[in-house]
T-cell receptor, first 112, second 113 residues
Framework: DGGITQSPKYLFRKEGQNVTLSCEQN?????MYWYRQDPGQGLRLIYY???????QKGDIAEGYSVSREKKESFPLTVTSAQKNPTAFYLC???????????FGDGTRLSIL | GDSVTQMEGPVTLSEEAFLTINCTYT??????LFWYVQYPGEGLQLLLK?????DKGSNKGFEATYRKETTSFHLEKGSVQVSDSAVYFC????????????FGKGNQVVVIP
């Protein structure tokens, strides 16, 4: 079945460490997105990419980085510059035009 | 910029009760509107959508009507079940060509048997 796969489901980060969250989709979607979810805050956009080798900052990009080398993959790196990384991270994708976004099941990141 | 406002606080109700979750929006142009549902520990699933004024989206007994005059997209269900317990998010699609979504803060719905 087509869908979005995020891994790992749970991730722990030590102080000063970078960690990378994986997002893979087999829906042949051009656009991909990363959101951060905190309790009571809804979803906030970190980065998005509309085509391969191109991406834009969202509303809270500081302390994060991304790459889009393949259409299917959009990994997110949480760098040591992100001082409050504990959150639930969601990846999404959609096709051309005004299409609903499809979401993965998320990665929960915690600090050791 | 574009924004979505959902009513404050969780919603607790008994099985078979009527559910309403309010959603209003601020946007330039004519956005598309969505309701998403999130079950514990999972990502978001599209529940329903409407792409133009007066459209009614419906799915699994839930309905919402795109009201341009009141800039609203309230979610309703006539008789909730325990399995409807989840967090519900209202969202609108950016009309600036980049397809970004603006989300409301979400409402936790708890249905008691």
């Amino acid at each position: 079945d087509g869908g979005i796969t995020q891994s790992p489901k749970y991730l722990f980060r030590k102080e000063g460490q970078n960690v990378t969250l994986s997002c893979e989709q087999n829906l042949n979607h051009d656009a991909m997105y990363w959101y951060r979810q905190d309790p009571g805050q809804g979803l906030r956009l970190i980065y998005y990419s509309q085509i391969v080798n191109d991406f834009q900052k969202g509303d809270i990009a500081e302390g994060y980085s991304v790459s889009r080398e393949k259409k299917e993959s959009f990994p997110l790196t949480v760098t040591s510059a992100q001082k409050n990384p504990t959150a639930f991270y969601l990846c999404a994708s959609n096709g051309q035009g005004v299409q609903p976004q499809h979401f993965g099941d998320g990665t929960r990141l915690s600090i050791l | 910029g574009d924004s979505v406002t959902q009513m404050e606080g969780p919603v607790t109700l008994s099985e078979e009760a009527f559910l309403t979750i309010n959603c209003t929006y601020t946007a330039t142009g004519y956005p598309s509107l969505f309701w998403y549902v999130q079950y514990p520990g999972e990502g978001l699933q599209l529940l329903l959508k409407a792409t133009k004024a007066d459209d009614k989206g419906s799915n699994k007994g839930f309905e919402a009507t795109y009201r341009k005059e009141t800039t609203s997209f309230h979610l309703e269900k006539g008789s909730v079940q325990v399995s409807d317990s989840a967090v519900y998010f209202c969202a609108l699609s950016d009309q600036n060509g980049n397809n970004r979504l603006a989300f409301g803060k979400g409402n936790q719905v708890v249905v008691i048997p």
